[in-house]
C-alpha cells in the first residue's frame, strides 16, 4: 500500500493502535476533515533536555493541497520556537455526536480527527501572502478580495508557518452504540445525540451593509 | 492577587502575554468553560532527552471541583505514559464565532479557551468509580443511573486519570471586529457570524424505548 497516492504512508507515530478499523490515511478523508475544522490544536515541547514540557494552543489553520498555515504575531514566542523547527504535532477534531448505549462502559462520541506530526516552517513573500489570503477566506468564502488587503506593516506584524502533510492519520466513529448481547434487552434509551457546529444569522458591526457574508458550507444548517 | 481564591494564581508558563485583556484566571469562567466543552486536547512529550517528540489527543473529559478526569483503555501506551507521570498540557477549546473585519489583517474568531499544565495521577477504587460515572453524566445528565453499570471487568480495562487545575488559565475573545479608524466606513460587510455547538433529534438505535435522553443544557438551542 506504500504506493497507493490517495493514502498517506502510516509511520511508526500514526498508526492507530486502538480501534484500527476506526483508522484510516486516506487523503480525501484527511482533507475533508481539515477543510471543514475552524480551529486546530497545535501542541510543541519546549525547553531543554532536562525539561521536557508539552504546550498545546488552539489557532486558526487552513489547509492548501499538502500543507497546513497556522499564523499568529510576530512576536508570539512560542510560534517564533516552531518556526525555528521544533517538532510538532497537531490535532483537528469534530465532535458529531453522543453515543448512549445500554451499558455505562460502552458509552462513546462519534467524531473525526486528524492528527499530523511534522515540522514548520516560516513562510515569506508570496508563499506568505497566499497563506494569509486563504486563511482569510476559510472564515468567509471570497473574504480575502473583499476586506482592505494587509498593509506591509501588517504583513510584517504577522508569522505565517506552513506544517506539511506528510506523516498524517485519521479516525473516525460513526454510528450507534456497540452493546454486548446481553444488554441489548435492557430497559435504557439507547441510541446518538448527533451534533453539530451551525452559524446563527450575522450579527452587523454598527451601521453596516445589508448584504450579509458567505458563510461556510459545513456551518449552515442543512 | 495572588490570596484571590477566586482566581488561579498566575505563573511563568500560564501568564497570558499575547491580548493579556483577553486573558483571565477566574476560576468561575474556566469552570464553566470546562463544563460546556466536550472534548479536551491532551499534550505530552514522549521519547528520550535527544526527542522531545509532542504528541496531541483529543479526549473526552469530565471536571469535578478542582479536577478534571479523563479515561481510555488500560492498555493505552500514551495514557499509562501519562499516568507515570510525565507533564502534561490540557486545552479546552469553545468556538463561538467568525469575526469578520472590514481590513483583512483584523478577521478573527470568537471564542472561550482554557489552558492546564500539569501531571496526571492514575485514580483506583472509588475515586476511579466516580470519576467514571461522571464522564458518563456529561453525556447525558443522570445516564450513569440508567445505564448498566460497568462490570469489575470493564472497570479493569479502563485507566482514569485525573489532572488537578492548578496551574490554569483562560482565554476569551467576545463581540465584533475591532478596526482601525481608517477603515471604518469602507463599503465592507462587518460583524459576527455567531457559531454554536448543537445537539439535533437524538436517533434511536434499533428498537428502542420511546422517552428520549437528556441532553446537556448548552448543546440545546435556545
Redesign the interface.
Known amino acids: 500500500m506504500a504506493n497507493d497516492q490517495s493514502k498517506y504512508a502510516p509511520t511508526d507515530?500514526t498508526r492507530i493502535?486502538?480501534y484500527p478499523a476506526r483508522g484510516t490515511y486516506d487523503r480525501a478523508t484527511v482533507h475533508a476533515i481539515l477543510d471543514e475544522a475552524?480551529?486546530c490544536?497545535?501542541?510543541?515541547?519546549v525547553?531543554d533536555?532536562?525539561?521536557?514540557?508539552?504546550?498545546?494552543?488552539?489557532t486558526?489553520f487552513v489547509r492548501d493541497d499538502e500543507t497546513i498555515y497556522v499564523h499568529?504575531?510576530a512576536?508570539?514566542?512560542l510560534l517564533s520556537a516552531l518556526a525555528g523547527g521544533?517538532?510538532?504535532?497537531?490535532?483537528v477534531?469534530l465532535?458529531d455526536g453522543?453515543?448512549?448505549?445500554?451499558?455505562?462502559?460502552h458509552?462513546s462520541?462519534n467524531?473525526r480527527?486528524v492528527?499530523i506530526?511534522g515540522a514548520a516552517r516560516e513562510l515569506t513573500g508570496a508563499e506568505k501572502a497566499r497563506a494569509?489570503?486563504l486563511?482569510?477566506d476559510k472564515?468567509?468564502p471570497g473574504?480575502?478580495t473583499?476586506?482592505?488587503?494587509?498593509?506591509e506593516r501588517?504583513m510584517a506584524?504577522?508569522m505565517v508557518l506552513a506544517i506539511p502533510l506528510e506523516e498524517v492519520s485519521a479516525k473516525v466513529r460513526r454510528g450507534?452504540?456497540i452493546d454486548d448481547a446481553d444488554?441489548?434487552a435492557?430497559?435504557?434509551?439507547?441510541?446518538?445525540?448527533?451534533?453539530?457546529?451551525?452559524?446563527?444569522?450575522?450579527?452587523?458591526?454598527?451601521v453596516?451593509?445589508h448584504?450579509?457574508?458567505a458563510?461556510p458550507a459545513p456551518?449552515i444548517e442543512k
Chains 1, 2 share one sequence.
Open positions: 507515530r493502535r486502538r475552524l480551529v490544536h497545535l501542541a510543541f515541547a525547553g533536555q532536562h525539561q521536557h514540557q508539552p504546550t498545546v494552543l488552539p486558526a499568529g504575531s512576536k508570539n514566542g521544533a517538532p510538532a504535532c497537531v490535532a477534531t465532535v453522543l453515543v448512549l448505549a445500554r451499558s455505562a462502559f458509552h462520541m467524531y480527527s492528527v506530526f494569509f489570503h486563511l482569510v472564515l468567509s473574504r480575502s473583499q476586506a482592505r488587503p494587509a498593509s501588517e506584524l504577522t450507534g452504540p444488554d441489548m435492557l430497559p435504557v434509551w439507547a441510541g446518538v445525540v448527533p451534533l453539530a457546529l451551525r452559524a446563527g444569522a450575522p450579527v452587523v458591526d454598527g453596516g451593509l448584504q450579509p457574508p458563510v456551518l
